[in-house]
């Protein structure tokens, strides 16, 4: 569950916890309050709850956190601590945007102009120099990856072997040199 932080709607606010009876396992239907209900923020050491669950039926009980209470970012947890009675425990998150805001989370700051973020085209990220290993841009890496791939190969077990995009003249020409069984890559041409 996402709470704003400091929510100022307190339906927004509400959580939901069970209490049990640890004698016979019936529900509780007591009064649960401070030292009852401890609430740790983001992390943090426990403190008493600064508010009182309501019962709502059959050991259901509803709490609604005070905005001190949500007041640090990360996750808030509302632990029943009364004793005789079994331990639960619920789990927040405070977030510094509003989850029930649906047309932007309430991030209406962000600037959506895409370009502002990035001088780059495309084609400048394709043909970056060296851009997957030295002498390769990653266009020409896609281009080796697609033909081999596509399994257009020529000149297997030689000293040069070929590997042929299904576009006539897209070929890249592998050159390797033979050293026993072993094959190290020497050279990639493009055409």
């Known amino acids: 569950m996402l709470i704003k932080q400091s929510e100022s709607i307190a339906a927004r606010r509400t959580v939901y916890i069970t209490a049990v009876n640890t004698a016979d396992d019936s529900a509780y239907t007591g009064s649960l309050s401070g030292a009852d209900l401890m609430v740790g ?3 943090g050491t426990e403190a008493n709850s600064t508010g009182t669950a309501t019962h709502v039926a059959t050991g259901l009980f509803k709490y609604v956190f005070a905005t001190a209470e949500l007041d640090t970012l990360g996750e808030v947890s509302l632990r029943l601590a009364k004793t005789g009675v ?19 989370l309430g991030l209406s700051s962000l600037d959506t ?7 780059h085209s495309v084609a400048d990220i394709l043909d970056l120099a060296d851009g997957v290993e030295t002498g390769m841009t990653p266009r020409q890496a896609l281009r080796l990856v697609a033909a081999i791939l596509g399994g257009k190969t020529e000149g297997a077990d030689t000293n040069s072997e070929k590997f042929l995009a299904a576009v006539a003249g897209h070929k890249i020409r592998a050159t390797v040199t033979l050293v026993g069984s072993d094959r190290s890559n020497v050279a990639v041409d493009l055409d």
Request: glycine content about 6%; proline content about 3%.
């Open 113 to 119: 102009t895409v370009s502002s973020r990035s001088s």
């Open 86 to 104: 079994y331990n639960d425990v619920r789990v927040v998150n405070v977030v510094a945007f509003d989850p029930y805001t649906g047309s932007n």
């Open 41 to 43: 923020k983001a992390g």
